[in-house]
């Protein structure tokens, strides 16, 4: 447990926040590739998929490597718009919104979902979950003043 709670004080500093969103997606992007969709470097520490995504201006499949946190069953994952705490919401946020049907890489296999944004005592029950998760989203969300995203993905049908 050491190490969880060194990464989780680490991943909660600013120059994480500075550093992190250059490197680790960019690990991830190319270990997934390397292993065929079968692991996320990332997730190694933290649940992991690889979202793909329509661009909303351009309208072209967006890929971006994110922590999840699945819920019970595996039925559905919960996405986190953390942004390693930086101010802005990240792109794949706006994607989901314009367009809520999407595909995830989770464990090797590709599945087509439907993102949903959580709002009201949805987004608060499931942030409670997510603070015993990963105790880091804290602070990344006393450090901005936005409120972060949360998106549930179910499979479709």
Same mark, same amino acid.
């Given at each position: 447990?050491?190490?969880?709670?060194?990464?989780?004080?680490?991943?909660?500093?600013?120059?994480? *926040?500075?550093?992190? !969103?250059? &490197? =680790?997606?960019?690990?991830?992007?190319?270990?997934?590739? +390397?292993? $065929?969709?079968?692991? #996320?470097?990332? *997730?190694?520490?933290? !649940?992991? &998929? =690889?979202?793909?995504?329509?661009?909303?201006?351009?309208? +072209?499949? $967006?890929?971006?490597? #994110?922590?999840?946190?699945?819920?019970?069953?595996?039925?559905?994952?919960?996405?986190?718009?953390?942004?390693?705490?930086?101010?802005?919401?990240?792109?794949?946020?706006?994607?989901?919104?314009?367009?809520?049907?999407?595909?995830?890489?989770?464990?090797?296999?590709?599945?087509?979902?439907?993102?949903?944004?959580?709002?009201?005592?949805?987004?608060?029950?499931?942030?409670?979950?997510?603070?015993?998760?990963?105790?880091?989203?804290?602070?990344?969300?006393?450090?901005?003043?936005?409120?972060?995203?949360?998106?549930?993905?179910?499979?479709?049908?």
């Amino acid at each position: 447990m050491i190490g969880v709670r060194m990464v989780q004080k680490v991943s909660s500093t600013r120059a994480f *926040a500075k550093v992190a !969103p250059h &490197v =680790i997606p960019a690990l991830d992007r190319a270990v997934h590739r +390397l292993t $065929r969709g079968k692991v #996320l470097l990332s *997730a190694q520490m933290l !649940p992991g &998929v =690889i979202l793909t995504s329509t661009g909303v201006r351009s309208g +072209l499949p $967006r890929r971006a490597p #994110l922590a999840c946190m699945p819920e019970e069953g595996g039925a559905s994952w919960i996405l986190i718009g953390s942004n390693f705490g930086r101010t802005g919401h990240p792109a794949w946020t706006g994607n989901l919104l314009a367009r809520p049907e999407a595909e995830i890489s989770w464990k090797g296999r590709d599945i087509p979902v439907t993102a949903e944004l959580l709002t009201g005592e949805e987004r608060a029950a499931v942030w409670k979950s997510l603070l015993a998760f990963w105790p880091p989203y804290a602070t990344y969300q006393a450090r901005v003043e936005r409120e972060i995203r949360l998106f549930r993905l179910t499979p479709r049908r």
